[in-house]
């Protein structure tokens, strides 16, 4: 089997992985704080993670970004959080849409805070994606649903992280940048769910267990696809996304297809992949770095 045909398995692997862990913090949404949920996602996830951790006698955490580190961390709590909102407020396939939006933030960041320069196709993705979230959004004079707000407030964080994670990855690997992730991340979620303590029961335990699983194989199945061929090749996969979370909406919350969305998410992608392929063309790799999911 060739390398490409390897990371089309990968990633499509990675993303029906992807929108099932949705499903189940969703579900847990109604029975749990966000804090508990994000608390032991990320502290299960750590558990797995940690044999690799142990492996070479910590030299794997070996870093000198270890400020930028907390900063990401910080701020992948607080868009972690967001986004765990959001998904409980919103309609599966709704949040999966607003995935999108992170790659766009971090245009704008890129060009604030890297000083890179902002040409026509940047400007050309940004107002394609602009019209994808007022699409998606659907404001109308009652306003715009709260889910919305914490969706835009999420992928904001994720997508500065984006930009920090550019700036990580020129010292340090994937698997360094993704073990402070889930390291200092369940550090700062001990505290918020210690301030708003509960005990899951037994089932809840397994099924915080189960997503943390399934997180922590989402993000090692997608690194290994774009080990092995090209970002802009493997881009176009990630709309499966979308597709898987509208038939798992459906199947277990009963949640009808809506035209806006797949037309606003539809536009949202097409802004992505102008971003992702013209970065590819200029070899600049914030999106492809971008790919250590932050859930």
């Given at each position: 089997?060739s390398n490409n045909?390897?990371a089309?398995?990968y990633?499509?692997?990675?993303?029906?992985i992807?929108?099932?862990?949705?499903?189940i913090?969703?579900?847990l949404y109604?029975e749990?704080?966000?804090?508990t949920?994000?608390?032991f996602?990320?502290f299960?996830?750590?558990?797995?993670?940690?044999p690799l951790?142990?492996r070479?006698?910590?030299a794997?955490l070996?870093?000198?970004?270890?400020?930028?580190?907390f900063l990401?961390s910080?701020l992948n709590v607080?868009g972690?959080?967001?986004?765990?909102t959001a998904?409980g407020l919103?309609?599966l396939?709704?949040?999966?849409?607003?995935?999108?939006v992170?790659?766009?933030y971090?245009t704008i960041f890129?060009v604030?805070?890297l000083?890179e320069k902002?040409r026509i196709?940047?400007?050309t993705?940004l107002i394609i994606g602009?019209?994808?979230v007022?699409?998606i959004?659907?404001?109308?004079?009652?306003g715009v649903e709260k889910?919305v707000?914490f969706?835009?407030?999420g992928?904001?964080c994720?997508?500065?992280t984006?930009?920090?994670?550019k700036k990580?990855?020129?010292?340090?690997s994937s698997?360094?940048i993704?073990?402070?992730?889930y390291?200092l991340t369940?550090f700062?979620?001990?505290?918020?769910?210690i301030?708003f303590?509960?005990?899951?029961?037994?089932f809840?335990?397994?099924?915080?267990?189960?997503?943390?699983?399934?997180g922590?194989?989402?993000?090692y199945?997608?690194?290994?696809?774009i080990?092995?061929?090209?970002?802009?090749?493997?881009?176009?996969?990630?709309?499966?996304?979308?597709?898987?979370?509208?038939?798992?909406?459906?199947i277990?919350?009963?949640?009808a297809?809506s035209?806006y969305?797949?037309?606003?998410?539809?536009?949202l992608?097409?802004?992505?992949?102008i971003?992702t392929?013209?970065e590819?063309?200029?070899s600049?790799d914030i999106v492809?770095?971008?790919?250590?999911?932050?859930?």
């Amino acid at each position: 089997m060739s390398n490409n045909y390897k990371a089309i398995f990968y990633v499509i692997l990675s993303t029906f992985i992807g929108s099932f862990f949705a499903v189940i913090l969703k579900s847990l949404y109604n029975e749990l704080q966000v804090t508990t949920i994000g608390f032991f996602r990320f502290f299960f996830g750590l558990l797995i993670l940690s044999p690799l951790i142990l492996r070479n006698n910590f030299a794997i955490l070996k870093t000198s970004n270890l400020k930028l580190y907390f900063l990401r961390s910080s701020l992948n709590v607080f868009g972690m959080l967001f986004n765990f909102t959001a998904l409980g407020l919103l309609t599966l396939e709704k949040s999966a849409a607003f995935g999108f939006v992170s790659p766009i933030y971090a245009t704008i960041f890129a060009v604030l805070i890297l000083k890179e320069k902002i040409r026509i196709y940047r400007v050309t993705a940004l107002i394609i994606g602009f019209i994808g979230v007022i699409i998606i959004a659907q404001p109308s004079l009652s306003g715009v649903e709260k889910g919305v707000y914490f969706a835009l407030l999420g992928q904001l964080c994720f997508g500065l992280t984006m930009v920090l994670i550019k700036k990580m990855s020129d010292k340090d690997s994937s698997l360094t940048i993704l073990s402070y992730q889930y390291i200092l991340t369940s550090f700062f979620l001990f505290f918020l769910f210690i301030l708003f303590f509960e005990i899951p029961n037994s089932f809840q335990i397994l099924q915080l267990a189960t997503a943390a699983f399934l997180g922590t194989f989402m993000h090692y199945f997608f690194n290994q696809a774009i080990r092995l061929t090209e970002v802009t090749f493997l881009t176009p996969f990630k709309y499966l996304g979308l597709i898987f979370a509208s038939i798992f909406g459906f199947i277990y919350f009963g949640d009808a297809p809506s035209v806006y969305t797949w037309i606003g998410g539809t536009i949202l992608f097409s802004s992505m992949l102008i971003i992702t392929i013209r970065e590819n063309q200029l070899s600049k790799d914030i999106v492809k770095k971008s790919d250590i999911n932050n859930l």
